[in-house]
């Protein structure tokens, strides 16, 4: 363990905000996650902050974040049905998450065909944090999909 990944993952409990946020990168760093799905990847800033976490245990190199959202495809309908923020261009969520050194697999539409379709890539998964849309529909969708 990185003496300085381990006072970034400090510095980041003790101010993170909302403070909610702050059990999820606990979960990263307790399991010692390296393979991450966040369901909801928005502008990435959580993302970069569980590789963060989960460069603590191990090389950065190694730690895999999957992500999924609209990006670009959410509709207005779609945004005032699931509850939801529009979402950066993917390009510019892949753009910060590749400057971590990570590996980096984004995913673009809706989850109840992204998830099964990417099931293949999805194994030994340590993490997996469902934050996109809102609606009960999609979000029984996400759980069970997962």
Request: aromatic letters at 10%; charged letters at 25%; a positive charge.
């Amino acid at each position: 363990m990185s003496v300085a990944a381990w006072l970034r993952y400090r510095a980041l409990i003790a101010t993170q905000r909302p403070r909610r946020y702050r059990e999820l990168f606990r979960t990263v760093y307790a399991t010692k996650a390296r393979r991450i799905v966040e369901i909801g990847t928005w502008n990435g800033v959580h993302a970069r902050q569980m590789i963060a976490t989960a460069a603590v245990h191990h090389p950065v190199h190694a730690v895999c974040y999957f992500g999924f959202d609209l990006f670009e495809a959410l509709t207005d309908e779609a945004l005032a049905r699931e509850f939801s923020k529009r979402p950066p261009a993917q390009a510019e969520v892949r753009a910060l998450l590749e400057r971590t050194r990570a590996q980096i697999r984004l995913f673009a539409g809706n989850t109840r065909d992204t998830l099964p379709a990417a099931a293949g890539e999805l194994t030994d998964i340590d993490v997996v944090f469902i934050d996109g849309g809102h609606a009960e529909a999609t979000v029984a969708s996400d759980w069970g999909n997962v």
